[in-house]
């Protein structure tokens, strides 16, 4: 059996061809003391003395810096995944519409008029220009109300004959709307002087009523005649008993008495009617179609 070997400075195992201590650096060929004391090596019962490798670690140490390092990395981790999610969810929410209302709202325009507003003397005509955008649609009243997406819908000029307040908004596909633009219109139509002649006054006693020209007139007019515009919008004239009554058909615009006169030899066809500051003219051509012309505008006859 190979006898072991021991650095006699530090007690280290040596290996048999070992000269210098690996641990501590011991000449294990030095010349060796003849005391006994200085010399343990020369001491056959001397139990070697074996010291720990100052390299070495206790287990428990090593397993609480791993503990301690898992908790730093962990504590890191769930950090930086909040943080990352919370950065995450706050983007979302600023540059995310929050589906309620994603169109945006815009400036639009009120719209503009042709005529301008003030008095005058004549039947008049006023066109609604529309401001720029798209899809852009007028609604407009001529009662003085405010418009709505419920009002007419403007498509073609208005005829003005008697004082109106027009009042109208424009609205694009999106719902923005404009400001409300509003313009007050005074029509004062000049009278009429009455002329002395038969045919444009009432007739004589001695006159037989139905073959004169102003009597025709009046039975061509008498009921109630209804003008449509492209948009919908409604008037109507009834004639009745000398009152003229101008509505369209919840809101009564005008009711008062009229007189009439009518064109020689237009057979009973042609004629004015004058109520207050109002002045129509009126057109019974062609005969026949249950139809008449008012300032111009085709009325159909209302049953």
Request: hydrophobic letters at 30%; aromatic letters at 10%; proline letters at 8%.
């Amino acid at each position: 059996m190979e006898r072991l070997h021991f650095c006699p400075q530090c007690g280290t195992k040596l290996e048999p061809d070992e000269r210098f201590c690996g641990q501590c650096g011991y000449d294990t060929e030095a010349p060796v003391s003849t005391d006994p004391h200085e010399n343990p090596a020369t001491d056959p019962v001397a139990p070697p003395v074996l010291s720990p490798s100052p390299q070495a670690k206790p287990a428990g140490s090593q397993k609480t810096a791993i503990i301690i390092l898992a908790a730093v990395l962990g504590a890191l981790f769930l950090i930086g995944g909040g943080t990352l999610i919370w950065f995450n969810l706050s983007g979302g929410l600023v540059s995310k519409p929050n589906g309620l209302n994603t169109a945006t709202s815009v400036t639009i325009e009120p719209p503009s008029y042709s005529l301008n507003e003030g008095s005058y003397t004549a039947t008049q005509q006023v066109e609604i220009n529309k401001p720029t955008g798209e899809d852009i649609v007028v609604y407009f009243t001529l009662d003085g109300s405010d418009p709505s997406v419920s009002a007419s819908v403007y498509s073609s000029p208005i005829v003005l004959n008697a004082t109106t307040t027009l009042k109208s908004i424009a609205v694009d596909k999106n719902g923005n709307h404009s400001g409300i633009k509003t313009a007050t219109y005074v029509i004062n139509l000049p009278q009429q002087a009455a002329t002395p002649q038969p045919a444009t006054t009432t007739p004589a006693a001695t006159t037989d009523p139905a073959s004169s020209e102003w009597q025709q007139f009046e039975n061509n007019i008498n009921g109630t005649w209804k003008w449509t515009d492209s948009s919908g919008f409604t008037l109507y004239y009834q004639f009745s008993g000398g009152m003229l009554l101008i509505t369209d058909g919840g809101n009564d615009y005008y009711y008062d008495s009229y007189r009439s006169t009518v064109s020689t030899g237009s057979n009973g066809t042609v004629g004015t009617v004058y109520s207050g500051d109002h002045q129509l003219n009126i057109d019974c051509n062609p005969m026949g179609d249950n139809g008449i012309y008012i300032d111009g505008y085709y009325c159909s006859y209302v049953p």
